[in-house]
């Protein structure tokens, strides 16, 4: 079994500063303000903000990046986790060079929307 779980959203104590929200398997996290912060994307997180006095936390990067924090010190959202099976080959970049011999099974991601730093888990089964 494999359990990817994301980091979620960034916080900060001021609501008019909001910390980047984390990816998920299919879109990119999203930053509270675009002109202080960048949306993640594919493969990429969020990128900082800064003015030279204080900075923002970056989005993580993953499968669909994390979005940025905003200002103030607001943290950056986690990267998503992607996991190859069948139910998720339509979500995989055209081009793609695996074929269904490598679709993973019993296999599954889960996201958490909580402060602090994400991890993966892989537990072999034979």
């Known amino acids: 079994m494999v359990e990817a779980v994301q980091d979620g959203s960034g916080t900060y104590n001021d609501a ?4 980047g929200t984390g990816g998920t398997s299919n879109s990119g996290g999203t930053t509270g303000n675009t002109n202080w912060g960048t949306n993640g994307t594919f493969g990429v997180g969020g990128r900082k903000w800064s003015n030279g006095n204080t900075a923002s ?5 993953g499968w669909y ?14 990267g998503s986790g992607y996991v190859y099976t069948s139910s998720t080959a339509s979500q995989y970049p055209s081009g793609c060079l695996l ?23 892989i537990t072999l089964v034979e």
């Open 16 to 19: 008019s500063y909001p910390g």
């Open 57 to 61: 936390g970056a989005g993580g990067g």
């Open 65 to 78: 990046g994390g979005g940025s924090g905003t200002a103030l010190g607001a943290g950056g959202g986690g």
């Open 99 to 121: 074929n269904s011999s490598y679709y993973l099974t019993n296999a599954s991601t889960t996201g958490n929307n909580r402060s602090g730093n994400g991890y993966a888990r």
